[in-house]
């Protein structure tokens, strides 16, 4: 049977061999036990990214107390103080931020048109201050997209009987405009 001898404080005074007896109704035993200092040092992971906040910013990381030789982790062992687990950060560049404006109106009332809208890089501080693209930290918000997916209802004039009798109908312009009739 393994039993476990926790030793704390400990430092390396405390090692070396000593002679463990034990009883009970079973009977006694004897044993030798070697005791080892084993140093315990802090071990700090790489920092995060640096978190900004405008300017200021805040970055992490994991710092544990553990063993040198067989990198166990113990939690109370280390002397204090622990390294830093936070420490301010700079974000360098202007502080700034995305200003995103309403989409205009579709440029069709049927059939597929596009809306535009206008996206600035902005001071975050000053409003009156406008920045290139390049220096707001996160993605553009897009500029441009489609809208009114539905078909236009046909509606064709008098002449579309007479393109169909002449066979224009491949012509992409009397295709459209006589939809019924070039089917």
Known sequence: MNSILTIF??????????????????????????????????????WSQCIPDCHRGVRN?????????????????????????????????????????????????CGVGYQIRRVQCQATYNSNITFSDSECLTARPPVFRYCNFQDCPCSEPSYCKIILGTELCWRPEHRRTCCHSCQ
């Open 9 to 46: 404080p400990f430092s390396q005074r405390f090692a070396g061999t000593y002679r463990c007896n034990t009883s009970n109704e079973a009977g006694s035993d004897t044993a030798d036990v070697i005791v080892k200092y084993e140093p315990l040092v802090w071990f700090a992971f790489p």
């Open 61 to 109: 990381r994991t710092v544990v107390c553990m063993t040198l030789s067989t990198r166990m982790v113990i939690m109370d062992g280390c002397s204090p103080p622990p390294p830093p687990s936070q420490e301010r950060c700079y974000q360098k560049g202007p502080c700034t931020h995305w200003v995103v404006r309403p989409w205009s109106i579709c440029s069709k009332s």
